[in-house]
């Protein structure tokens, strides 16, 4: 089996998600320390407890369960140590975060084909690769969660490819919003020929070819920008596969 060398460019498009933030009313204050009945989103009190417990130090300070049937927690600390409390529970208290995933599956081919459907992309891939022509096979779109996997079937030109992805290390904070894909593209190869029988023999059982692996690679995308993943020629003549992906964040919820 040949190997194939992926190539990466990165294509910045702005994307400046909105992140909601969450209102508290003013804790009333008790000497040195602030009290304040936090109400929880998604995590249970007892989770709360556990999270935040770490983060007290103060004499007389702490984190108390309210009730197991209500979601909300007590906070008695002193001003600083409670503002570092509600960073945390801002950042633990919600939905886990999600991306919608873009992608594009081009043939590479030495054609004079300009194929409106990848004209964003046609002159920088003519710049950068030795190809005259570019064609969108498929696109497909998929949300994942950090920590989630996609698997995703794209057919073109009567073959199917399979295609898995990973998703780590998502991060949602403004301009530094980022992703990290772990990209695998397999094409599902046919019936390999085989000589036909005799008239009355037996037929001949017909072998099969293993799924071609395309490519395998991981990157780190900025969100809102896309990523260009292509190969060397594959073994069916001279055409290429490139696979484009655009991550974009998923509203949270509160």
Do not use: C, W
């Not at 249970?44 to 770490?54: G, M």
């Not at 894909?181 to 001949?204: C, D, F, H, K, Q």
Request: proline share 6%.
């Amino acid at each position: 089996m040949k190997s194939f060398r992926a190539s990466l460019f990165i294509l910045l498009v702005a994307l400046s998600p909105s992140m909601a933030q969450q209102v508290e009313t003013k804790p009333v204050v008790h000497g040195d320390l602030v009290v304040k009945t936090v109400p929880l989103h998604h995590l249970t009190s007892a989770e709360a407890v556990k999270l935040l417990s770490p983060y007290s130090l103060s004499p007389g300070g702490g984190v108390f369960e309210v009730s197991a049937k209500i979601r909300a927690v007590t906070i008695r600390e002193t001003p600083k140590i409670y503002a570092e409390m509600m960073a945390v529970l801002g950042q633990y208290d919600r939905d886990p975060a999600s991306v919608t995933l873009n992608f594009q599956l081009i043939a590479a081919e030495n054609t004079n084909t300009r194929d409106p459907g990848v004209a964003g992309l046609d002159s920088l891939l003519r710049g950068v690769l030795r190809y005259s022509g570019y064609r969108l096979l498929t696109t497909s779109v998929a949300t994942a969660s950090e920590g989630g996997y996609v698997t995703q079937t794209l057919s073109a030109d009567g073959e199917t490819f399979a295609l898995q992805v990973s998703v780590s290390d998502l991060r949602t904070d403004g301009n530094d919003a980022s992703v990290h894909l772990s990209v695998a593209l397999n094409r599902n190869a046919g019936p390999i020929p085989s000589s036909a029988p005799t008239t009355g023999e037996r037929p001949m059982a017909v072998k099969t070819q293993g799924p071609f692996q395309v490519l395998s690679t991981g990157v780190t995308v900025p969100v809102g920008q896309t990523v260009v993943l292509g190969t060397s020629a594959t073994d069916v003549g001279q055409r290429a596969l490139i696979l484009t992906v655009r991550p974009q964040l998923t509203q949270a919820k509160r």
